[in-house]
């Protein structure tokens, strides 16, 4: 089955940093992916799919690249609402909905 | 306002069986395909099942392939989750999911809308 693999798992960042998460499936997905954000406590929120597209009300700082088996997230610049477990979703190969292991963000 | 509500979750000793529902409403059920997401206490997020808008077409993580079905119920906007043979390792809180887009099952298995979870606890 298709693994996806997050780097780093957890990270530290300033408020305004540029902050990125990268995000690789063990085999080609086009660009079948997304981008969730689960804050403590909460369910996760659809941040972006299709690698790139924002979901509505998401803000701007947020964005995604990446096709094939290579991706990222990146926040332009950290506020500190931004606190969270990153996940990444690979969807287009059985078994879709396949999971990375996610990325805790934390403010420095 | 899209509402999931999931019911069913409690205590089960290994071996048993336990049956989940979701509840939908705001949104037209029949025309969207459903999932499961599950996450272990303390744990990242796991894809469980997924199942499209007729439930013809049905999806597993190798995980509970053959031990959980789903399935759903378009004229009571229900979508179930079958367990059976329950081990200690599918204790987690069971989220259902919606699909954000409307396509086939496969190439829309992203999700915009999440219920808040039901706690299942496999222990003797």
Known sequence: DIQMTQSPSSLSASVGDRVTITCRASQGISNNLAWYQQKPGKVPNLLIYAASTL???????FSGSGSGTDFT???SSLQPEDVATYYCQQYGVVPPGTFGQGTKLEIK | EVQLLESGGGLVQPGGSLRLSCAASGFTFITY??????????KGLEWVTGIDDMGRITYYADSVKGRFTISRDNSKNTLYLQMNDLRAEDTAVYYCAKHKSLGTILNTCYFDYWGQGTLVTVSS
Request: aromatic share 4%; glycine share 10%.
């Open chain 2, 33 to 42: 395909d459903m999932n499961w997401v599950r996450q272990a206490p303390g």
């Open chain 1, 55 to 61: 979901q509505s009300g998401v803000p701007s700082r």
């Open chain 1, 73 to 75: 997230l990146t926040i």
